[in-house]
């Protein structure tokens, strides 16, 4: 097959679809896709709220629980241990087929009647309150991660230990307000490092300890803005910076951001990964236009894509031994053949099913659990269920429908409780048109609080509350109100950080928006000129002059950032 140009039945702008598109498309047997790569990913992620919970009752034990369905959602929500009690069986909500009407209008039908799971939490000790996570101990506000203890407002870290605000981070103890930070001890407000010990301030250093604002450093101490100094004049500065204050943090803060905006930056963060498009990528091979993956191979247009992840296309969260996996969100744990599915775990084929767990062969249907041959959640012999199979695919396939990932109308939250609003953000008003729904009462309060920032201390040092609990704070950003458990507030004495003014939310929104859109601009040349930065080598590849080298990134074309091709970077970090 050749490259085509397709108009996006959504957004209406051009996309294309690649000769290895199509032999993906063939392989799996399913209709080539109407809508471009990010209007398929805005309708899946629509799907998945992470983080916006509230308190309910089950609808079974009638206990109050924390909760990602709000308690206005119309259909019934279990906490975990109902959910996964052995005394109720999905297949009670199933419903024969009636060919003479849609197919997923029947699949709607069930998945409304089918309890819901309040939030999961497999494995974990006294961390309740995280969603989509396993084997954690003593955390709060987790999502996505799992093997972590004494965590706090974190996303996507694995094997960290007391830490607050830390995302995409691996093995990393005693951090605050970091991003993508590997095997790191006592780091605050950095980004992109590994081995990594009490810093401050750092943008993609390897191996540094003892030192603020600096960048693109490999196995340096005692360094204050890539200059060195010794160790009683570091300590000085230290002690001068008042990062232990609000004011000292901002300060410092804003000389880092002007400091790294003179620095050069690598156009992507792609490492060990030949044949790969996309930002965040490492141990990986063939994976285009992926965000967040490592250790997959033969991927494309997939975030979270990860853990021996093969032959995926269109996925948001896929690993931990997923194959041939299209056009889904949150599947994982050996998992293969999976068309138009939300969370299915440990399950093999399954096609437009939701929240199925070591289930196989399964179409149309949800909340099942260690069921086979099943079809709108009615259980079938293998000869009935292939059958019967054959004639709704065919059906879907004459109407263009199979392989389309599942209409707006079905998901089960409000558009702005997702992470759809994250990265594609809506007004009210658009989100309907294009048919998500809207939750008119998120969570939160204003005006509530009982502290103002006037008579808080700028150091955390003079900040002597006898109960954290009981206070109300405003975030200074958005207004909405928060609190600052004991944890938080006794991880913030230990290590001297002062509170901050901005809520977890915003806070979140701060990291993942540093981080760049998931998505690739169009070509561009690398800025090394000898001018724009003075590099400390001439490079082998361009002795003078502007580099000739092309590539996409995240980064738009336009912006600010001195962006370099990874010759030309490597040649001034390696």
């Not at 929500?77 to 909500?93: L, M, Q, R």
């Not at 991003?179 to 993609?204: A, Q, V």
């Not at 939310?505 to 601009?521: E, F, I, T």
């Amino acid at each position: 097959m050749t490259l085509e140009t397709k108009i996006c039945q959504n957004c209406k702008s051009k996309f294309t679809i690649e000769p290895d598109d199509f032999e993906f498309y063939k392989k799996i047997d399913v209709v080539p896709p109407a809508m471009c790569s990010l209007c398929r990913a805005q309708r899946r992620l629509a799907f998945r709220n992470e983080r916006v919970f509230y308190k309910r009752a089950c609808d079974k034990c009638k206990r109050e629980v924390i909760s990602m369905y709000s308690p206005n959602k119309p259909y019934p929500v279990w906490c975990y241990e109902c959910w996964f009690a052995d005394d109720w069986d999905s297949t009670d909500y199933g419903q024969a087929y009636d060919p003479a009407r849609p197919f997923l209008e029947q699949v709607q039908e069930v998945y409304a009647k089918v309890p819901k799971v309040a939030l999961i939490y497999v494995r974990s000790i006294n961390s309740k309150y995280v969603n989509i996570s396993a084997d954690n101990k003593n955390c709060y506000m987790l999502v996505e991660s799992s093997n972590n203890e004494g965590c706090i407002h974190s996303y996507w870290v694995q094997q960290c230990r007391d830490s607050v605000d830390l995302s995409y981070s691996h093995q990393t103890e005693l951090a605050y307000e970091s991003d993508d930070c590997y095997n790191c001890y006592e780091i605050f407000y950095i980004k992109g490092c590994h081995d990594c010990r009490n810093s401050y301030f750092l943008y993609d250093c390897r191996g540094c300890s003892d030192c603020i604002g600096c960048v693109n450093l490999r196995n340096k101490q005692y360094h204050v803005f890539n200059r060195p100094l010794g160790k009683e004049d570091y300590d000085k500065f230290v002690a001068e910076a008042r990062l232990d204050t609000t004011g000292g943090v901002e300060s410092m803060r804003k000389k880092f951001g002007e400091f790294l905006a003179t620095q050069p930056r690598k156009y992507a963060e792609i490492v060990n990964a030949p044949g790969s498009s996309g930002n965040y990528i490492s141990d990986a091979k063939n994976c285009r236009e992926c965000f967040h993956s490592y250790d997959a191979e033969d991927c494309a247009y997939g975030e979270h894509v990860w853990r021996n992840a093969k032959d995926c296309m269109d996925v948001s969260t896929a690993g931990r031994n997923a194959n041939m996996i299209y056009n889904s969100i949150n599947t994982g744990i050996d998992v293969a053949n999976h068309i138009c599915c939300v969370q299915g775990w440990s399950s093999t084929f399954l096609e437009y099913s939701l929240n199925c767990f070591n289930s196989n062969h399964c179409l149309g249907s949800a909340g099942l659990r260690k069921r086979d041959y099943c079809i709108l959640n009615k259980q079938y012999t293998k000869e009935e269920y292939e059958e019967l199979r054959e004639n709704i695919v065919a059906e879907m396939k004459a109407k263009n429908e199979y392989g389309e990932f599942f209409p707006p109308s079905f998901a089960p939250f409000g558009y702005n409780e997702t992470v759809a609003q994250e990265q594609f953000p809506l007004t009210k008003e658009q989100a309907l048109k294009l048919g998500f729904g809207w939750e008119e009462h998120p969570r939160g309060t204003y005006g509530k609080e009982t502290v103002q920032w006037k008579d808080v201390p700028d150091s955390i040092k003079d900040f002597k509350s006898a109960d954290i609990n009981k206070e109300v704070f405003a975030c200074v950003n958005c207004k909405k109100n928060y609190r600052i458990i004991a944890a938080e507030f006794q991880f913030y004495k230990h290590l001297n950080i002062p509170l901050s003014r901005m809520c977890p939310d915003c806070r979140h929104a701060r990291r993942v928006a540093a981080r760049g859109p998931n998505r690739l601009s169009s070509p561009q040349q690398c800025r090394c000129d000898y001018k724009l930065y003075v590099n400390e080598v001439i490079h082998a590849h361009h002795k003078d002059g502007r580099c000739p080298n092309m590539f996409r990134s995240t980064y738009a074309p336009d912006g600010p950032e001195i962006l370099y091709c990874e010759s030309c970077y490597n040649s001034e970090t390696v």
